[in-house]
Nanobody, 118 residues
Framework: VQLVESGGGLVQPGGSLRLSCAASGFTFSSYVMRWLRQAPGKERELVASISSAGDTTTYVDSVKGRFTMSRDNAKNMVYLQMNSLKPEDTAVYYC????????????WGQGTQVTVSS
């Protein structure tokens, strides 16, 4: 099982980045996919999630209207388009695959750094 994130980097406030997550080794289309982030000294935070079919997305309030999550089940890929980035978006962003209702089966990527700074 692998989840490999890419697309992070340094961007100025107001800029954009597109994160990608390539999945392999499991039945991708059966899993809810999530993006989480962790800033230094803070707990990991759920940023966005998308249903297994890709028809439902949810976002934390702080990114609503700025971030868009999508997936391509044919390519086993998930994306996070981040616009109007702010310094407080600076964090390591993790891709997560989750299946289950009360007991969860989770897979994690290694994370990609996003730094928003002038």
């Amino acid at each position: 099982v692998q989840l490999v994130e890419s697309g992070g980097g340094l961007v100025q406030p107001g800029g954009s980045l597109r994160l990608s997550c390539a999945a392999s080794g499991f039945t991708f289309s059966s899993y809810v996919m999530r993006w989480l982030r962790q800033a230094p000294g803070k707990e990991r935070e759920l940023v966005a999630s998308i249903s297994s079919a890709g028809d439902t997305t949810t976002y934390v309030d702080s990114v609503k209207g700025r971030f868009t999550m999508s997936r391509d089940n044919a390519k086993n890929m998930v994306y996070l388009q981040m616009n109007s980035l702010k310094p407080e978006d600076t964090a390591v962003y993790y891709c997560n695959a989750r299946r289950g209702v009360t007991i969860f089966n989770d897979y994690w990527g290694q994370g990609t750094q996003v730094t928003v700074s002038s």
